[in-house]
């Protein structure tokens, strides 16, 4: 065999190994979901997620779990959101580039890495008990804000170096001040890549469930929160509950309500996909 | 429009008469600027007429972008950035403490090589530099846009379609957007930096057409790497040399009698 021949081989042999290596990941998945829909496709309808947990399997719903993400979820975007992509503008357009902004960077880098079980232990110190905040879902969304802010930061700062620099000079030969030139010119436009980031790491945030239980999330709370102060659960610790019981209707519930929290995740990537997308066709 | 915060200082419009009868627009004396260690404007004195085309010319590299970024202050946050001298317009020194950047640049409009519209409407981008002024009225901005477009030659080619994004336009059209952005701020000096390098002829003869007929109204520069451009829409031409002023006089004399031997060599193609 000549030197081509070889070359050509081993190109093969790596292609099939390439797409050996890709069925692993997609058959596993859709071996996961096939099995979770085939548990628990059947027990979902209006009464499942409508219903309080109850003692009785196919009594019970998802209703205060549910709740308890949806308020998890809003009351965290209504904190990271503003915070994180100030810190973005001020570590991109104003801290003076040098050795702090450089220690400062590689810091929040690393934050996005820490187990989720570390923010949960701050939480739980700072939040609950130094600033009495009690096991609520205004703790538990602090913590989770804590989370996910070095994803929003790292995912702005990015999106706000993606714009053109002309633009910036077009803006301030205008005469537009700094503050003008970001909030009319470089926010806009780097608006879809900084909202699909801040979806991303929230769809993270409504998966979470170690730091919650830290935090003193319940496993069965009766209602579901009316204000930030109240106790709560949700889905991801329902989820898990329900998998820990020996009866299999709680099997089963587990299964819808995976399916539930998957089709949430889902929603909210697709959503991200299409900013990401629009925003893409938009500078190129 | 004053430039300078504190009352007793002359502000720019109350300044024109009286230059007119100096005749010098811009007057800079020994500028010097620096990039790191790397000396790019080595110490370079011109006084600049109001009311004419006054082309940079000189071979890449020279320091001419760096030169006329000076006059609205447009190095000042790129790092490294240094600079000596005096620059004055209208008599009033822009590197002073009292001078509100944002406020030198509504006085000194600037073009750039490549067309940078906004990802925004037509409408959007010239009416932008209206806006950060706080102008909010439709009918001035509406007027004022129009008014923009027509000097700029493209108000017959957009005004059905304002709405529409600029980015949809040619890049001849963009140019001539960005020039109606610049010149809807009313400055009175007119910055451009190779305008017409990225363009085809047909809008490149436009936009010199265009250039043309602004003089009347406003101070213009342009650099430009085009011997024939220079020599047909400028009254005043400099050759620059490695950070150096080698020679500035009228555009005919430049090109017909120059005084420099180095003049000479790169007008006529031997360098550059
Ligand atoms: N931001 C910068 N940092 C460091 N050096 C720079 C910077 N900008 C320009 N220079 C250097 O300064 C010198 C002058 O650059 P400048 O862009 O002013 O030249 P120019 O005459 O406009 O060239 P061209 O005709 O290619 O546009 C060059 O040697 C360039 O490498
Ligand atoms: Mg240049």
């Known amino acids: ?284 | 429009m004053e430039l300078v915060a504190e009352k007793n200082t002359k502000n720019f419009t109350m300044n024109k008469e009286s230059e007119q009868e100096s005749k010098t627009k811009i007057s800079i004396k020994n500028a010097r600027v620096w990039y790191g260690d790397f000396e790019a404007v080595k110490g370079i004195s011109m006084d600049i007429k109001p009311n004419s085309v006054t082309a940079f010319i000189g071979p890449s590299g020279c320091g001419k972008s760096t030169f006329l970024r000076l006059f609205n202050r447009m190095n000042d946050y790129i790092d490294g950035f240094r600079m000596e001298g005096k620059i004055k317009i209208d008599g009033t020194n822009i590197y002073n403490k009292k001078i509100h950047v944002e406020e030198l640049r509504k006085e000194v409009g600037m073009v750039f090589q490549k067309p940078n519209p906004f990802p925004k409407s037509i409408y959007e981008n010239v009416a932008y530099g209206l806006k950060i002024q706080g102008i909010s009225d439709k009918k001035v901005l509406d007027s004022r846009v129009e008014k923009a477009l027509r000097q700029a030659d493209l108000w017959e080619e957009v005004k059905d379609d304002l709405k529409k994004s600029a980015l949809a336009l040619s890049g001849g059209q963009q140019q001539r957007l960005c020039i109606a952005r610049t010149l809807a701020v009313e400055p009175s000096i007119i910055l451009m930096d190779e305008p017409t390098s990225a363009l085809d002829p047909i809008s490149t003869a436009k936009i010199e057409n265009l250039i043309f007929g602004l003089k009347e109204k406003y101070t213009i520069i342009i650099v430009t790497h085009n011997m024939q451009q220079a020599s047909r829409i400028s009254d005043y031409t400099a050759f620059f040399y490695i950070g150096e002023l080698v020679e500035y006089s009228k555009t005919k004399t430049l090109f017909t009698k120059p005084e420099k031997k180095r003049t000479e060599n790169y007008i006529t193609g031997r360098f550059g």
């Open chain 1, 1 to 284: 065999m000549n030197k081509i021949q070889v070359n050509r081989w081993k190109d093969q042999l790596f292609k099939i190994w390439g797409i050996g290596c890709t069925l692993v990941g997609l058959i596993l998945l859709v071996l996961f979901i096939g099995d979770i829909l085939i548990d628990g496709i059947m027990r979902i309808d209006w009464g499942f997620v409508m219903n309080l947990p109850s003692r009785k399997a196919e009594k019970s719903g998802i209703y205060t779990a549910l709740m308890g993400s949806l308020w998890i979820l809003a009351l965290t975007t209504i904190i990271a959101f503003p915070i994180g992509v100030a810190a973005a503008i001020y570590l991109e357009e104003y801290a003076k580039k040098g050795r702090f902004s450089a220690l400062l960077e590689i810091n929040i880098s690393n934050l996005a890495g820490v187990p989720s079980i570390i923010y949960g232990l701050l939480g739980l110190e700072v939040f609950v008990r130094i600033l009495n905040l009690g096991a609520s879902v205004l703790a538990g969304s602090l913590t989770l804000s804590l989370l996910i802010l070095p994803i929003i930061i790292v995912a702005t700062r990015e999106s706000i170096k993606a714009v053109p620099s002309t633009i910036r000079d077009a803006s301030y030969a205008l005469g537009a001040s700094k503050w003008q030139t970001i909030w009319n010119q470089i926010l806009p436009a780097s608006s879809g890549g900084i909202l699909t980031g801040v979806i991303l790491s929230l769809s993270r945030a409504v998966g979470e469930t170690a730091p919650l239980i830290v935090v003193g999330a319940l496993a069965y709370v009766p209602f579901a929160p009316s204000n930030p102060m109240e106790e709560f659960s949700v889905l991801p610790i329902q989820i898990f509950n329900w998998i820990s019981r020996p009866q299999h209707g709680f099997i089963e519930n587990a299964a819808a309500a995976i399916i539930i929290l998957l089709l949430v995740t889902f929603m909210m990537n697709a959503v991200a996909v299409y900013y990401r997308n629009k925003w893409q066709k938009k500078w190129n």
